[in-house]
């Protein structure tokens, strides 16, 4: 099993918003960090149902921490690792 970095925000009034620096347009939201969670696993299985070609692998927090663009998102989100199981691994 594989693990996707990701990044939730949550702002005054919202719910908790789920981003993947490594996985464009995969995002998901949810009332509590734990429903958020939740989905953030989902959608990333989603979005490698219908991805276009291969998708993309996953960077490690430290190769994250050189880019430039996820230390400006991440400044203030919380930093969790989403686990990521794909269809072949959940049949064997």
Do not use: C, N
């Not at 299985?45 to 490690?60: C, L, Y």
């Amino acid at each position: 099993m594989s693990y996707y970095i990701a990044l939730i925000h949550k702002d005054p009034g919202s719910d908790y918003g789920v981003s993947f620096p490594d996985v464009p347009g995969a995002v998901t939201a949810g009332k509590t960090i734990d429903e958020a969670m939740q989905l953030a696993a989902e959608v990333l299985e989603f979005a490698a149902e219908g991805w276009p070609g291969a998708f993309p692998q996953p960077r490690s927090i430290d190769e994250l921490r050189r880019d430039a663009g996820f230390r400006e998102d991440a400044a203030e989100a919380i930093i969790v690792a989403v686990p990521f199981r794909e269809k072949a691994e959940a049949a064997e």
